[in-house]
T-cell receptor, first 112, second 111 residues
Framework: DGGITQSPKYLFRKEGQNVTLSCEQN?????MYWYRQDPGQGLRLIYY???????QKGDIAEGYSVSREKKESFPLTVTSAQKNPTAFYLC???????????FGPGTRLTVT | GESVGLHLPTLSVQEGDNSIINCAYS??????FIWYKQESGKGPQFIID?????DKRQGQRVTVLLNKTVKHLSLQIAATQPGDSAVYFC??????????FGTGTRLQVTL
């Protein structure tokens, strides 16, 4: 996960609160991605951005929002509208179309 | 650590043996495939990739085989070591900007 920072590693929130997860990269990659990981399931795409000031919904965007104001940063907000927010959230980058994605260390979000 | 892979298929191998992890993909139009390794509590780590115009690719102690006829991908790890214990994911590229991930296989290396 060198070059991609996600903070904090563990995050706890009360139900009904919005929470923003941080993802920063110094790889100079254009594309950035947010995935959610639940036990026994593969990674599911929430949002992605291929360029600054542009982003697209992934497969499970409902209840989430993102912004891409800087190339280095792609924060994810988990809103109170997300029914099951407790999960492991992974941020990834991709340097050029067709190349592999590099992952950050992840943030474990627990909502009670 | 994370509870990733609580209900995943598990492959148990003895240290020093070879491991073969399999993955079936669904889209015949996928043109690029990746294997990732994920240790408990960490993000996935790139292992090896292969393009659809190849059948086999080798890395250090790892080999990926692609059978497009039956849409099957496998990862072979030679001389498996305790440090290889992890969950392994395959991913396929269906569109230029997105990957689709499999559910993963847990590899347990016994001494």
């Amino acid at each position: 996960d060198g070059g991609i920072t996600q903070s904090p590693k563990y995050l706890f929130r009360k139900e009904g609160q919005n929470v923003t997860l941080s993802c920063e990269q110094n790889l100079n990659h254009d594309a950035m991605y947010w995935y959610r990981q639940d036990p026994g399931q593969g990674l599911r795409l929430i949002y992605y951005s291929q360029i600054v000031n542009d982003f697209q919904k992934g497969d499970i965007a409902e209840g989430y929002s993102v912004s891409r104001e800087k190339k280095e940063s792609f924060p994810l907000t988990v809103t109170s509208a997300q029914k099951n927010p407790t999960a492991f959230y992974l941020c990834a980058t991709q340097g050029a179309i067709g190349n592999e994605q590099y992952f950050g260390p992840g943030t474990r979000l627990t909502v009670t | 650590g994370e509870s990733v892979g609580l209900h995943l298929p598990t492959l148990s191998v003895q240290e020093g043996d070879n491991s073969i992890i399999n993955c079936a993909y669904s889209n015949s139009a996928s043109d690029y495939f990746i294997w990732y390794k994920q240790e408990s509590g960490k993000g996935p780590q790139f292992i090896i990739d292969i393009r659809s115009n190849m059948d086999k690719r080798q890395g250090q102690r790892v080999t990926v085989l692609l059978n497009k006829t039956v849409k099957h991908l496998s990862l072979q790890i030679a001389a498996t070591q305790p440090g290889d214990s992890a969950v392994y994911f395959c991913a396929e590229r269906r569109t230029a900007s997105k990957l689709t991930f499999g559910t993963g296989t847990r590899l347990q290396v016994t001494l």
